[in-house]
């Protein structure tokens, strides 16, 4: 897919994520109003303990 004129890859967020135990699958999603692209990320979490912030922003 393609963000903000950048080629992202679900391979790499894959990588990423499973870098990070308690995290599992998840789902990207691309939305861009006109000429502003916005990549959201849905993680689930599966671990044991505190839990993720369920949004973040960057």
Excluded: C, W
Aim: aromatic content about 6%; glycine content about 12%; hydrophobic content about 35%.
């Amino acid at each position: 897919m393609k963000v903000k004129g950048m080629f992202v890859y679900p391979t790499n967020i894959g990588s990423v994520i499973k870098k990070h135990a308690g995290l599992g699958s998840y789902e990207s999603v691309v939305d861009g109003p006109q000429l502003s692209d916005l990549l959201t990320i849905r993680i689930e979490f599966e671990g044991k303990g505190k839990s993720l912030p369920k949004t973040s922003k960057m």
